[in-house]
């Protein structure tokens, strides 16, 4: 068990914390304000990739509650954030149905990328830097003679990162457990923060909920999709459904690296129907 922290006492915060999530890079716990209201601390645990969680912490503070949650204060690597609610994305999806959680997942983007009168952050993650794993898969099966999916998603990316839609601070992770309703509606939580084209951040959902595979290989599901986040984002639904190959492969490439055959081959499956869908238009 993990013992309770002590945090800044200028948070003003009034009685315990409930730790109510944990994860490899940190433990989430629920606090109470001094005016009674809940709030959110997220605590960074020490690891690798910790530069990963601190762009997300700026892209929050960029985007000041507009489409995601707000930042209340920051000491060290630890987060005082709006509560954000306790219904996810995925219960919408289980109790209304994935048309009904897709519509609210092309709000939430719509609102995370109206524009700010303010500077982006400047750390966040260039999208071709985080194609990496993809590039350096596709690069092994070249050499090897295998003329894979990886070689042609990261054909595909290449093509994206040269003639972008747009370029913007994007979330970098948004899917259906990093959407929840709370008292202020629908917000997104746990970003990345990278810059690059905004068809970046509709390509995880295509892969989500996790466990709903009969959804995720759904040819129509993907296209009904594909539309939808079209419209919001001001792009094709080919563009659209390019992103979500390229993401879908990059995914499999970190995968790969950890020595998960299960999760690559399924985010590989999912990319190939994504492709079948992209072929038919």
């Known amino acids: 068990m993990s013992p309770t922290p002590n945090f800044p006492r200028r948070w003003k915060l009034a009685g315990g914390a409930e730790l109510i999530a944990e994860t490899f890079s940190s433990r989430i716990w629920k606090v109470v304000r001094a005016d009674g209201s809940p709030a959110i601390v997220k605590a960074l645990k020490p690891f690798d990739d910790v530069a990963d969680e601190l762009r997300g912490e700026?892209?929050?503070?960029?985007?000041?509650?507009?489409?995601?949650?707000?930042?209340?204060?920051?000491?060290?690597?630890?987060?005082?954030?709006?509560?954000?609610?306790?219904?996810?994305?995925?219960?919408?999806?289980?109790?209304?149905?994935?048309?009904?959680?897709?519509?609210?997942a092309a709000e939430v983007m719509a609102r995370l990328f109206t524009l700010s009168r303010h500077p982006a952050p400047p750390d966040l993650q260039p999208l071709r830097e985080r194609f990496a794993s993809l590039f350096k898969k596709a690069r092994i099966d070249r050499d090897d003679g295998r003329n894979s999916l990886y070689v042609e998603a990261a054909a595909t990316a290449q093509r994206l990162l040269a003639n972008p839609h747009d370029v913007r601070p994007l979330h970098?992770?948004?899917?259906?457990?990093?959407?929840?309703?709370?008292?202020?509606?629908?917000?997104?939580?746990?970003?990345?923060?990278?810059?690059?084209?905004?068809?970046?951040?509709?390509?995880?959902?295509?892969?989500?909920?996790?466990?709903?595979?009969?959804?995720?290989?759904?040819?129509?599901?993907?296209?009904?999709?594909?539309?939808?986040?079209?419209t919001t984002l001001g792009q094709t639904p080919r563009a659209i459904l390019d992103h979500a190959i390229a993401y879908g492969c990059l995914s499999a490439s970190w995968h790969h690296e950890d020595g998960n055959e299960t999760e690559e081959n399924r985010e590989l499956a999912i990319a190939t129907a994504i492709r079948g869908v992209r072929i038919s238009l």
């Not at 905004?198 to 009904?224: E, K, V, W």
């Open 58 to 104: 700026h892209f929050l503070a960029w985007r000041r509650g507009q489409g995601a949650v707000r930042l209340l204060a920051r000491d060290g690597h630890n987060m005082l954030l709006e509560y954000a609610g306790e219904t996810l994305l995925s219960r919408v999806l289980d109790e209304q149905g994935d048309n009904a959680a897709t519509a609210i």
């Open 172 to 230: 970098g992770d948004l899917h259906h457990d990093n959407i929840m309703h709370g008292p202020r509606g629908w917000l997104a939580i746990d970003p990345k923060g990278v810059l690059g084209d905004p068809g970046f951040d509709a390509a995880n959902t295509f892969y989500n909920p996790l466990g709903r595979d009969d959804l995720c290989l759904d040819q129509q599901r993907i296209s009904h999709m594909a539309e939808i986040f079209a």
